[in-house]
């Protein structure tokens, strides 16, 4: 007996020894989280044990001891929770999920981690996390979010995370279980070997428990996925039920309509790309260092790419076209038409940023908000404060099938020197370029290039290749400046009080309309 | 009067308009009507701190005595804590001038144009960096 347990523990240790050489490892020694995961039980159901119920399968607790010390108070409002839940669960209303709900999803999320950082893309909702690793302090300390603020560090091969300044109004699951703001997380990520990340969580919520406690899980890795695909939440219950409807001649499978002029695709001013500067930093492996926090220098390109004055409640635009030389959009006279319309009050309702969808490329650079780019030697990956991201992948070369559609496309990428260069399509066609409503559709190409022309500015450029709604292609340019800041929340959906307005104004001007006689 | 009216509230607008992080995720014009100025003075019943437009609420006592609740937009919250505002700027009784837009569906709602403690200071603006009054207005 003594024997065989000795033999056990000598295999555990060897095994053990043996997964710890084998991670894969980043450049500077860690073990390397990235890739594709998710969670193999039924925690976003309840985290404790559960048999099934209708659309509820049955699972087993992931929460040591399996119960959670809920004050008496707390005990109730869980129950109260769980009965109202088809109404009261934040999950139903698509609105963010909070940590650790988003890690216990069936939805697959990717991370990506360089010395900085360590980034999540989530599938759910284009959820994203930023979990800092760089050992510095958060600049908003305090500030009530649904997804906390991450702070993490590698303690040997594990990574801890504290996650605080939450709000108190997502769940843990869907059964009720909840905190409150107080609640503050000790996350540890720890690979058991190279498809498999251990998981546990402990939650120290002294306003709601009477003792913190620990939940625990296997993260697998989802081999048979190269990527994470979008689930719009919101943008597809809307689309369900006709709060956001379809525009026929923009998204796919639109075709190019019979009135169009020719296209003609070799249309070009010659525009050379910006000069990159000696002075920019590097990653080790000699590629630009183009990681961290942006701010476009938008000059109002949300409310027109072509110059405007602007009006009362319309800022002015200064013009961001750069191809046609005139700055102006070569429109095929339908799309410009549709595009004067879309400016009338009644259209701002059909915006899908009023819904708080995705905003689209090239629009998610300059809605105005900021965002964060996170590289690695495989990825480009771009998080923007309106809670969504955009993953550029450096490596695939064919893109998705012709029928895969996305809101953010598909999006290929390549250094051409110092110069980042991305190819995207496979669009929805279901974006605005902007609140004035300038047109883009689903038959878009878009090459963008990104060029280090100072050691904290971007250039950026997108020549939209588009003959559904142009006559030739066409090119904006926008800066992009690298500044000391970091990502908050916007927790859009959440506190949407607009959309309701924009509604009326919608149901009033078409209440007025003469209906038409069968 | 109208047309006074209009004029200096589109020549105030244009001057106040600034770096454009604050602005909306949604058509201001769509929402709210140039033609509907209106100036109120009230007292905070709360601010919600959200994006991408925080709101205040005002409570507005008429002539006769008569209490409505306005709803007031401004910027976006993640701009305000950019600049240092924090919650407990704001406390609810605080009294406020305000002058802005309402909304074209009728509802006590108006979209910001500037905000004035009564002492006349402007909310939101005159932070550490510099004054923004765009980012009370929400532009």
Known sequence: ?????????????????????????????QPDLGGIWRVQNRAAVDLLAHAAAFERPAGMSVVAGGELPYQPWARAQQQQNFATRAQTDPFAHCYLPGVPRIMTLEFPFQIFQTAENVAMTFEWQQVFRLIHTNDTASLYEGIESWMGHSRGAWEGDELVVTVKDFNERSWLDGSGNFHSAAMVLTERFRMLDADTIAYTVTVDDPEVYT??????????????????????????????????????????????????????????????????????ARLPDGTPDIGGYYMADAGGANYGLEKSAGGALMPPARGVVVDPADGVLPYQGWARAERNDRILPHRGYDDPTAHCFVAGIPRSHYVPSPFQIVQTPDHVVQLFERMSWRQIDLQRKEHLPEHMRLWQGDALGHWEGDTLVVDSRNYNGKAWLNEAGDVISHMATVRETYTPVSRDRLIYRATVTDPIAYTRPWTIEVPLDRLQDELLEVACLEDNNDLQHLRDVRDEFRAAQPTTAE | MKLFSLITASALAAASLLPLDAFAHH?????????????????????????????????????????????????????????????ADLPAGTVLNVDGWQARNGSTTANIRSVTFEDGTRLFAGTSNQATPEVETGR
């Open chain 1, 1 to 29: 007996m003594a024997l065989r347990c000795l033999l056990l523990s000598v295999a555990v240790v060897f095994s053990s020894l043996t997964a710890a050489q084998d991670l894969p490892r980043t450049a500077t020694g």
């Open chain 2, 27 to 87: 058509s201001f014009s769509a929402e709210f009507d140039t033609n509907k100025p209106v100036q109120l003075t009230g007292t905070v019943t709360e601010m919600k701190w959200s994006n991408p437009h925080g709101w205040i609420y005002l409570d507005v006592k008429d002539a006769s005595g008569i209490v409505t609740n306005w709803a007031l937009e401004t910027g976006a919250a993640n701009s305000l804590i950019r600049r240092g505002w924090r919650k």
């Open chain 1, 211 to 280: 003792q913190p406690w620990t939940m625990s899980m296997n993260l697998y890795r989802q081999q048979e996925l190269d990527r994470v695909l979008e689930y719009q939440c919101q943008a597809e219950k809307e689309e369900a039920n006709g709060a956001f409807e379809p525009d026929v001649r923009n998204w796919y499978p639109a075709g190019i309509p019979g009135e169009n002029v020719a296209f003609d695709a070799t249309a070009t001013s010659g525009l050379p790309l910006p000069q990159a500067s000696a002075e920019i």
